[in-house]
């Protein structure tokens, strides 16, 4: 069989279209996203229209490509300066991938759900991306955007959640007026972690349905979703009184709050159902 030709030129249709899902807007209007990296794509091969393959890819990337191939993906292979024009990470890793994002709604996510994470107008991709992921690894249902929050197909966003893009429900575009109204169809409790709660994360009980809700980097959550929250956490600081000790910080980066308060309610299920 006949080896296909080593794509060099980004005006190429197939490049020159997956160059266009770059931009939001077409990635929006077209329900498409590009998928960046070996790990990404193994864990993204059901939803894979296309995969570009740098022709100097690693042998993992190679056979991350295979299988694709196998799964019925069409494989072109590219130069290694038109794969850079696909990817957006700094040192590309030799493959990039076309995928469709699934698709829901939010009344179909909280319907079905018993744990949702809402991260309230989060700007800040890298953080998007692994909460997504982290809402994963902890069992999560869905995870919810509001309106003013990164678009979780960036391709920042996209790497952060290490595919759990495609493992569980994203909704986003929402206000916080639908989240409310949302969680109180589907008997969600609606608990929102704000620095300023004068009760600790451990110190609530999650049993029932939730949906657990996460503010903007710089300036925390709308004052909108705290009028609509049923409770509110913390995350308390500790502060030893160690003489001379100057660096304890002030708060946790979001990514990390989310990390800790979601183990927080892993494990009180878990020992709730020992």
């Known amino acids: 069989m006949t080896a296909s030709p080593v794509v060099a030129r980004s005006t190429h249709p197939a490049v020159a279209a997956a160059r266009k899902l770059r931009r939001r807007r077409e990635r929006g209007r077209s329900g498409l996203l590009l998928v960046e990296g070996p790990n990404a794509l193994a864990e993204a091969v059901g939803h894979l229209e296309q995969v570009f393959l740098a022709d100097t890819a690693s042998t993992f990337s190679r056979a991350v490509a295979e299988r694709c191939r196998e799964a019925g993906v069409p494989v072109i292979t590219v130069t290694a300066a038109v794969l850079a024009v696909l990817a957006d990470a700094e040192t590309p890793q030799g493959v990039v991938g076309v995928a469709r994002r699934p698709t829901t709604d939010?009344?179909?996510?909280?319907?079905?759900?018993?744990?949702?994470?809402?991260?309230?107008?989060?700007?800040?991709?890298?953080?998007?991306?692994?909460?997504?992921?982290?809402?994963?690894?902890?069992?999560?249902?869905?995870v919810v955007l509001t309106s003013g929050s990164v678009d979780p197909t960036n391709a920042k966003a996209v790497r952060a959640?290490?595919?759990?893009?495609?493992?569980?429900?994203?909704?986003?575009?929402?206000?916080?007026?639908?989240?409310?109204?949302?969680?109180?169809?589907?008997?969600?409790?609606?608990?929102?972690?704000?620095?300023?709660a004068t009760t600790s994360?451990?110190?609530?009980?999650?049993?029932?349905?939730?949906?657990?809700?996460?503010?903007?980097?710089a300036h925390g959550l709308s004052d909108e979703m705290v009028t609509h929250a049923d409770a509110t956490v913390s995350v308390p600081m500790a502060r030893p009184a160690r003489l001379g000790y100057r660096g304890h910080a002030e708060s946790l980066n979001l990514a990390t709050t989310a990390a800790v308060v979601l183990f927080e309610i892993v494990r009180q299920r878990n020992r709730g159902s020992g």
């Open 106 to 142: 939010l009344a179909t996510v909280a319907a079905r759900s018993d744990l949702v994470v809402v991260l309230d107008a989060v700007a800040d991709p890298g953080n998007a991306g692994t909460v997504i992921r982290t809402a994963d690894a902890a069992g999560a249902d869905g």
């Open 201 to 217: 994360y451990t110190d609530l009980w999650y049993a029932d349905p939730t949906a657990i809700v996460f503010g903007n980097e």
């Open 161 to 196: 959640s290490a595919g759990s893009l495609f493992h569980l429900p994203v909704v986003d575009e929402v206000t916080a007026a639908d989240v409310a109204a949302a969680c109180r169809g589907a008997g969600l409790r609606l608990v929102a972690a704000t620095p300023d």
